[in-house]
């Protein structure tokens, strides 16, 4: 009797273990497919997401390249004989500097160790983070405009129109003249400067320099590290004139 009442209870004690173990299976395969039905939904999500920012993307793209069209093709602009289009550029900051006039201001960079120059960039264009590294240059090119030359509204509204000297006079050739791309002129066909200044302190938005040779309100276009490994070139040709 007493064995018979065992082989019951251990009968109940496994139907209860088989029952429970298929609920178990019943709940686990139910979330599983509730998990992977909710996988899919995110994927699909997630995948229609990734389409709409290609797109945006791709739009975006197809909307700069129109306006670098439309801004380089610009009828005005365009020369008379060549089919050359204009790139039209904003300053990225202004020079204040120690010289108020033109006269009186250096002819070349470096002339006057002492001279002091702030280049002040503008904080809605120019992020200080542009700056971050610059200070371990000890000198940097600088690219601005000669924005006292006389003609210069003229040049810029009516290119077509302006005429500009193929030669000016060289002071060091005692009134002799050269073709203006042989010179450093400040009057030329597109009135950009170059020069090399050095690197004294960056501070937030502001680029403080030495030895600079740019008169008070010179609108900068760009800078960039002087490297000596490129920028210096060993057994470099000048005319006789220049030394």
Same mark, same amino acid.
């Given at each position: 009797?007493?064995?018979?009442?065992? /082989?019951?209870?251990?009968?109940?004690?496994?139907?209860?273990?088989?029952?429970?173990?298929?609920?178990?299976?019943?709940?686990?395969?139910?979330?599983?497919?509730?998990?992977? /039905? +909710?996988?899919?939904?995110?994927?699909?999500?997630?995948? *229609?997401?990734?389409?709409? $920012?290609?797109?945006?993307?791709?739009?975006?793209?197809?909307?700069?390249?129109?306006?670098? +069209?439309?801004?380089?093709?610009?009828?005005? &602009?365009?020369?008379?004989?060549?089919?050359?289009?204009?790139?039209?550029?904003?300053?990225?900051?202004?020079?204040?500097? $120690?010289?108020?006039?033109?006269?009186?201001?250096?002819?070349?960079?470096?002339?006057?160790?002492?001279?002091? &120059? $702030?280049?002040?960039?503008? *904080?809605?264009?120019?992020?200080?983070? /542009?700056?971050?590294?610059?200070?371990?240059?000890?000198?940097?090119?600088?690219?601005?405009?000669?924005?006292?030359?006389?003609?210069?509204?003229?040049?810029?509204?009516?290119? *077509?129109?302006?005429?500009?000297?193929?030669?000016?006079?060289?002071?060091?050739? +005692?009134?002799?003249?050269?073709?203006?791309?042989?010179?450093?002129?400040?009057?030329?066909?597109?009135?950009?400067?170059?020069?090399?200044?050095?690197?004294?302190?960056?501070?937030?938005?502001?680029?403080?320099?030495?030895?600079?040779?740019?008169?008070?309100?010179?609108?900068?276009?760009?800078?960039?590290?002087?490297?000596?490994? $490129?920028?210096?070139?060993?057994?470099?040709?000048?005319?006789?004139?220049?030394?």
């Amino acid at each position: 009797m007493s064995s018979t009442r065992y /082989s019951i209870l251990a009968l109940a004690l496994a139907t209860l273990f088989s029952a429970s173990s298929a609920i178990s299976f019943y709940i686990w395969k139910k979330n599983l497919i509730e998990w992977d /039905s +909710k996988m899919k939904e995110l994927q699909k999500s997630l995948n *229609s997401a990734l389409e709409k $920012c290609a797109a945006e993307r791709q739009g975006r793209i197809r909307a700069q390249q129109a306006l670098r +069209k439309a801004v380089v093709a610009q009828p005005q &602009a365009k020369s008379e004989n060549l089919d050359i289009p204009s790139y039209p550029m904003a300053p990225i900051g202004i020079v204040q500097s $120690c010289f108020s006039t033109r006269n009186g201001t250096p002819r070349q960079p470096l002339l006057v160790p002492l001279a002091r &120059a $702030c280049l002040v960039f503008d *904080s809605t264009r120019v992020p200080p983070a /542009s700056l971050e590294g610059l200070e371990e240059y000890s000198h940097c090119w600088i690219i601005y405009v000669f924005h006292l030359n006389t003609d210069l509204e003229k040049l810029w509204k009516h290119p *077509s129109k302006s005429k500009f000297k193929a030669k000016v006079r060289v002071p060091r050739l +005692k009134g002799g003249r050269l073709g203006v791309f042989a010179t450093r002129s400040p009057h030329r066909p597109c009135p950009i400067g170059l020069t090399v200044a050095k690197v004294e302190a960056v501070q937030g938005n502001m680029l403080l320099l030495s030895g600079v040779d740019l008169v008070d309100g010179t609108p900068v276009l760009d800078i960039k590290p002087y490297l000596p490994y $490129c920028d210096s070139i060993e057994g470099a040709v000048v005319p006789n004139w220049v030394m």
